[in-house]
Structures are given as structure tokens and as C-alpha cells.
């Protein structure tokens, strides 16, 4: 009984350690950089399709950059480690979550900007109403994601990332 109650703290403690090597706050941290780009970029003179390919340029190369460092520096000196059922369950619903997330986000926006004028809104601004959904559904997928993937950082990025719109 004693050895998988070790092995089960030896899983936990090896995937939470996949989170310690620092690339997941730094990708964070240039991805909110992003946001600030993006402000400065709207108010420069530049036409909006040079400002859009810009910033899918930053986001992607920095995604590229996040998956490489995590390939070449972070896997080679952790070792490949193969998660119970428990961990491989809870993985599998952080995906979900955050494809249900970014369904959920394109949906509302779409929806949004349909129907602004209509009824639904109660009269509430798309100024408004738009960085309200942005806040709550970057708090719960954040949430939800600390979670199941027993990383408290994530309750904290779930904020960062839900304030620079709604500010």
C-alpha cells in the first residue's frame, strides 16, 4: 500500500515539476505583453491588417518558441514520464475546457456583435458587455485548469489574463 501512495506522490511531484522550469510564466508573461503590443499598435498610424499580421506573428512565434523550449530543454532533462489514468483523465478535460473556452469566447463574440442593439443586452454597452465575458470566462478556464492540473499559478493567470480587457 505504502509503494503507490509513493509512486502516486512520485507522478504528482514529476508533473508538477514540468510547470517549475519557469517557460510557462515567462510564455505568460509575453503573451500579456501581447496585449500591450496590441494597444500600441491600435493607436499607430499602421493599417489594421499590418497590425493583425503582426500580432498572429508575435503570438504564434512566441507558441513555436514555448513548444521548442519545452521539447529540447525542459523533456530531455526530466526524462519522458507516462501519467496514470487519473492524470491522463484530468489532461484530457483541461482540453476540453479550453477548446469549450475558445468555442464558447468566438461564439459570444459573434453573437455580440450581431446583436448589439438587441434585447438581450438589456441595454448594456458592447464596451460593456464584451471585456465582462472576457474577465469571467478567462477566470473559469483558468480556474478550472489550476485545478485539474493541481497548478495554483493558473488561479492568479486566470486574473492577469481577464484584466487587460476589462480595464
Same mark, same amino acid.
Given at each position: 500500500?505504502?509503494?503507490?501512495?509513493? !509512486?502516486?506522490?512520485?507522478? +504528482?511531484?514529476?508533473?508538477?515539476?514540468?510547470?517549475?522550469?519557469?517557460?510557462?510564466? !515567462?510564455?505568460?508573461?509575453?503573451?500579456?505583453?501581447?496585449?500591450? !503590443?496590441?494597444?500600441?499598435?491600435?493607436?499607430?498610424?499602421?493599417?489594421?491588417?499590418?497590425?493583425? @499580421?503582426?500580432?498572429?506573428?508575435?503570438?504564434?512565434?512566441?507558441?513555436?518558441?514555448?513548444?521548442? $523550449? +519545452?521539447?529540447?530543454?525542459?523533456?530531455?532533462?526530466?526524462?519522458?514520464?507516462?501519467?496514470?489514468?487519473?492524470?491522463?483523465?484530468? @489532461? +484530457?478535460?483541461?482540453?476540453?475546457?479550453?477548446?469549450?473556452?475558445?468555442?464558447?469566447?468566438?461564439?459570444?463574440?459573434?453573437?455580440?456583435?450581431?446583436?448589439?442593439?438587441?434585447?438581450?443586452?438589456?441595454?448594456? $454597452?458592447?464596451?460593456?458587455? @464584451? #471585456? @465582462?465575458?472576457?474577465?469571467?470566462?478567462?477566470?473559469?478556464?483558468?480556474?478550472?485548469?489550476?485545478?485539474?492540473?493541481?497548478? #495554483?499559478?493558473?488561479?492568479?493567470?486566470?486574473?492577469?489574463?481577464?484584466? #487587460? !480587457?476589462?480595464?
Amino acid at each position: 500500500m505504502n509503494f503507490q501512495l509513493s !509512486l502516486k506522490e512520485a507522478e +504528482k511531484r514529476a508533473f508538477s515539476s514540468f510547470f517549475q522550469d519557469g517557460i510557462w510564466d !515567462l510564455y505568460f508573461g509575453i503573451l500579456l505583453i501581447g496585449f500591450a !503590443l496590441g494597444i500600441v499598435l491600435s493607436n499607430s498610424n499602421l493599417p489594421k491588417i499590418w497590425i493583425y @499580421l503582426i500580432l498572429i506573428v508575435y503570438n504564434f512565434g512566441f507558441c513555436g518558441a514555448f513548444y521548442l $523550449s +519545452k521539447k529540447y530543454i525542459t523533456s530531455p532533462r526530466m526524462g519522458i514520464i507516462r501519467y496514470g489514468t487519473t492524470r491522463k483523465k484530468k @489532461l +484530457k478535460i483541461v482540453s476540453l475546457v479550453l477548446t469549450m473556452s475558445v468555442l464558447f469566447g468566438a461564439v459570444v463574440f459573434i453573437f455580440t456583435l450581431l446583436t448589439t442593439k438587441s434585447a438581450w443586452t438589456y441595454g448594456i $454597452s458592447f464596451d460593456l458587455l @464584451l #471585456p @465582462l465575458v472576457w474577465l469571467v470566462n478567462a477566470v473559469v478556464v483558468f480556474s478550472l485548469m489550476a485545478y485539474f492540473m493541481d497548478y #495554483p499559478c493558473f488561479y492568479l493567470y486566470g486574473f492577469f489574463f481577464g484584466l #487587460p !480587457l476589462s480595464v
